[in-house]
């Protein structure tokens, strides 16, 4: 695996400043618990891109930040991290914030977000980003999209990038229906059963087989589909290929379906199929699960093929 041959990748969505804390004993309500605490950049789009750049893959990020002091520590921790950034500022706005809350065995207990300077921007916002990384992109570049963009917006990236290779995660149950009239111009959806569910109008309990069958039917042409710790399903226009996660010890859940994201896409970039990609994102995602935050500080092309 040579990531200099590999597509560039422009990732699209948020940009957060998570704060995450590390409870020392089970977290209970109306009561302070004792914690460890680790601030780093967050976001699903923000996620990705930092995870590709420390494969080697070449890099974009279009988000927005505020005018507040996280911004001012993002945007360095991020240009430092190889990353090219091609972002908006929204002056009033505070950039977008995640706090969780994980109990001692790893387990996320709550989580809050602050991410009113994305959901309420207008369609038109990235415009300007947009069109500076798309002079320099070639066609084989793959754009990625997440759900945290407002759906007025996403259509209209969309329509900007055209023919261009488009990859979404649906990010959460609530905004996975973003994506619902956009699954025809995608290469890929990236979603775990109940973001299926939203999606599709089925049932949480439906079996997977039925929520990709669904999927497919809704113009959507290939898919990765997880459900918690159980197997992973590639589905290839209709073509289902299942992966067993790999047994590890969980430290830190947050962002381990980012780094599944992630790390497929690398593989993808370097021009492997779907169903070769993959094992490349649930080892980066068992690496994420490993440690603390969203980015295993291990994490090489080696690492991900010794699991």
Known sequence: MFPSSASRVISIGAIHFDTIAHAASHIRPETSTPARHNSKPGGVATNIARTLSKLGVETGLIGVFGD????????????????????????????????????????????????????????????????????????????????????????????????????????????????????????????????????????HNTVPETLVKALHEMGLRNLVLTDGSKDVIASEVGTLTRFSPPNVNVVDVTGAGDALTAGTIAALATGLKLREAVPYGLSAAAMTLQGTGALAETLTWDALGSF
């Open 68 to 203: 507040d002091g996280p911004a001012q520590i993002l945007q360095k921790q991020l240009k430092a991290e190889g990353i090219h950034l091609a972002h908006a500022i929204r002056s009033g706005f505070a950039t977008g914030q995640y706090l969780a809350l994980h109990n001692p065995d790893g387990q996320l207990a709550a989580a809050c977000v602050d991410d009113k300077i994305l959901a309420d921007a207008p369609p038109d916002l990235f415009d300007t980003a947009l069109d500076d990384l798309a002079v320099s992109s070639k066609q084989e570049t793959i754009w990625f999209l997440d759900a945290n963009l407002p759906e007025a917006m996403l259509h209209r990236l969309i329509s900007k990038i055209g023919t261009g290779r488009l990859i979404a995660n649906a990010v959460s149950n609530a905004k996975a229906p973003r994506l619902k009239s956009a699954l025809k111009s995608l290469e890929c959806l990236m979603l775990n059963r109940g973001e299926a569910s939203a999606i599709t109008g089925l049932p």
